[in-house]
């Protein structure tokens, strides 16, 4: 950090803030995909035999989705080489990844408990984690169609735009921040299932959790810093 000729500080740099949250990204992609790949048999969207996959399948959906694509499209302003046009399309492009990717989420755990007879007597919708997701997924939809409305639809005035931008960014940190937050709600769930209490698995998905909120403190940093 120098100093400016007025007396004051420049701001810090946001390249390592964007270097620790890839570097804490593949760590809890690579964890993640240890736990469902080896300890728990794979992923896919139909339950055959095996209803853990589709419980596993809504892990990995939603940590690709709302929660990397969702902080890669956050750091893409400052990622991205080119022109400021070319960091908005692919900013789009991750978010609406994200969504995708979230929606997969969604069926793979609404089937998972329709086909597999868990807690049978135990609404679907009923926990915080399943409230604040549904919300989450909800909020992500609702911001980027706002976000394609003022920032690319050609026919949004300049001062609509400039009004709206503090509102998007808040708006999109905030998205964020809860997709945090229900990953570790979820990750309790897991927990739960699969009646862990310890072992190589256990440890390991405790630090997909560590690795996801330090992944997300990160992203946040990088949008503080220049």
Not at 101 to 122: C, D, H, M, Q
Not at 146 to 169: C, E, I, Q, S, Y
Not at 182 to 198: A, D, M, P, W
Not at 204 to 225: R, Y
Request: glycine content about 10%; proline content about 3%; aromatic content about 14%.
């Amino acid at each position: 950090m120098a100093r400016s000729e007025n007396g004051g500080r420049y701001r810090m740099s946001a390249t390592p803030a964007i270097v620790m949250a890839e570097i804490f990204a593949v760590a809890a992609i690579t964890l993640m995909l240890v736990s469902v790949l080896h300890f728990e048999g794979g992923i896919s969207l139909k339950a055959a035999n095996n209803s853990v996959r589709l419980f596993n399948a809504h892990f990995l959906f939603m940590l690709f989705g709302p929660i990397i694509s969702t902080g890669q499209a956050i750091m893409a302003f400052k990622m991205v080489p080119g022109t400021k046009k070319a960091r908005k399309i692919v900013h789009m492009l991750l978010n609406l990844l994200g969504i995708f990717l979230g929606a997969l989420g969604l069926v793979a755990i609404f089937r998972f408990y329709k086909e597999s007879g868990w807690t049978p007597n135990v609404p679907n919708v009923h926990s915080l984690h399943s409230w604040t997701g549904l919300g989450l997924i909800g909020l992500y939809v609702i911001q980027f169609f706002l976000g394609f409305t003022f920032f690319l639809f050609p026919g949004a005035k300049k001062n609509m735009r400039t009004d709206m931008k503090p509102w998007h960014v808040f708006l999109g940190l905030t998205i964020f921040i809860l997709a945090i937050f229900t990953s570790g709600t979820g990750l309790i769930q897991r927990f739960r299932f699969l009646q862990l209490l310890r072992g190589r698995e256990a440890f390991m998905l405790n630090f997909i959790g560590i690795d996801i909120v330090l992944f997300g403190i990160s992203v946040v940093l990088s949008v503080i810093l220049s």
